[in-house]
């Protein structure tokens, strides 16, 4: 048992460490190399929250579908983990319109 457990760890040590990159709605690819990233299991709207905390750069799977949101503040993804209704808070405050949002991101 603890021969195959150390045999197991070498094994994963010297697995190389593959990064994500992901495609969001908009077609543009996104690698999550330095997001920190939650599966989230609470909300029927959201599926996955991605942050980077030093480019203020959100990703979320929402509705099954990868979307990038620009200038997202720490404060604001705090919110959205912690609220009620994270499909609420996200379709209220942070989702884009039509017509674009506070949050699109600029190439």
Excluded: K, W
Aim: glycine content about 6%.
């Amino acid at each position: 048992m603890v021969r195959a457990l150390a045999v197991l760890l070498a094994q994963l040590a010297a697995a190389p460490i593959v990064s994500e990159t992901v495609e969001t709605a908009e077609r543009h690819l996104v690698d999550l190399a330095t997001f920190e990233c939650r599966d989230i299991t609470r909300s029927t709207v959201l599926q996955r929250v991605c942050y980077d905390r030093a480019r203020q750069d959100l990703v979320v799977i929402a509705d099954g579908a990868y979307g990038r949101y620009c200038g997202v503040t720490a404060e604001t993804v705090e919110r959205l983990l912690g609220a009620p209704s994270m499909g609420q808070f996200f379709n209220r405050n942070i989702r884009r319109e039509a017509g674009g949002s506070r949050y699109d991101c600029r190439a």
